[in-house]
Each structure stands twice: as structure tokens, then as C-alpha cells.
């Protein structure tokens, strides 16, 4: 089964409906008919509390799509250990990644996972550099297709 790591802001963009969003339907498709499998720090649990509606945060609305997003897309959470915590300070010298990047990719290598999905500019330019063998760094790009016979798509 292939396996993608997808930075916190996939998930962010996803959960927020936000411009690009269409770019992770083909990679979740995959994923919920377990197709592929998305692995991702246990620290985007957190990074994506803010899904606001009209600029305030609804506490139960944003647990209830959270918790459906991992679990609707089986959604494989990374814990971090200290020899993680090691290798993601290797990286930061050698390639001077900040945290909350930083513990991504890490996670990424330290989990033997070689394609990083992610919308990051900065770490877009990482392509190809990191990691032995190195980490493909690019965004979510696993084409969707729509179902014609419906003429409906799905989310």
C-alpha cells in the first residue's frame, strides 16, 4: 500500500474548504477506500483547531470535523519519541527547518515515509534534498475523478 505524509496544512486546507482544496480529493478518495494510507504528525491534531465560522472558533463543530477527518480517511497519527526529536534536530542544522515544519519532515523521514504532501512554499523548494532516500516534497496531486454516472462528486 502506498503511503503519503501530509503536512498540517493539507489537512487545514481541506477541513477550511480553502482555495486548492480540490488538489487532496484524489489522495482522500484513495485513502477512505484504504486504497493508500495518510500519515501525519500527531501534533496537526492541534494545528488544525481553527476551523472558524463568520471569525469565531466552535469548539464542538471543530472536534466533531477533526475527529471525522481522521477517521473517515484513516488517517495514521505520528508519534514523536526522542530519537525523532534527534533526527528532526539533525535536519534543522543541516537544512535549518523551523519547528512546526521541522517536526513534519522528521516525522516523515524518521518513519521511512518518501512523499510529503504539503502546500508550504518553503518546504516545496525542499524537494529532493532531504532524507536518504530523499523526501519528495510536493503538493497533493493524486488525480480525482468525478463520478459521471451521478453526475455528482463527492467530498
Known amino acids: 500500500m502506498d503511503i503519503v505524509y501530509w503536512d498540517s496544512n493539507c489537512c487545514l486546507k481541506w477541513l477550511k474548504e480553502e482555495e486548492g482544496f480540490e488538489r487532496c480529493k484524489g ?9 493508500l494510507q495518510i500519515r501525519t504528525s500527531s501534533y496537526t491534531l492541534i494545528e ?15 472536534e466533531k470535523a477533526i475527529k471525522d477527518f481522521f477517521d473517515s480517511y484513516h488517517v ?26 521541522l517536526l513534519h ?11 510529503f504532501h504539503t502546500f508550504d ?7 529532493g534534498m532531504i532524507g536518504n532516500p530523499p523526501l519528495k516534497i510536493i503538493k497533493p496531486h493524486i488525480d480525482y475523478q468525478e463520478s459521471l454516472a451521478l453526475g455528482t462528486e463527492e467530498k
Open 27 to 35: 489522495t482522500l478518495k484513495k485513502a477512505s477506500k484504504k486504497e
Open 48 to 62: 488544525v483547531l481553527y476551523l472558524e465560522t463568520n471569525g469565531e472558533i466552535d469548539r464542538d463543530k471543530s
Open 76 to 101: 495514521i497519527p505520528i508519534v514523536p519519541d526522542i530519537p525523532l526529536m534527534e533526527k528532526a534536530r539533525e535536519i534543522f542544522f543541516d537544512f535549518n527547518i523551523k519547528p512546526p515544519d
Open 105 to 115: 519532515v522528521a516525522s516523515a523521514i524518521y518513519d521511512g515515509i518518501e512523499i
Open 121 to 127: 512554499d518553503k518546504l516545496l523548494k525542499k524537494d
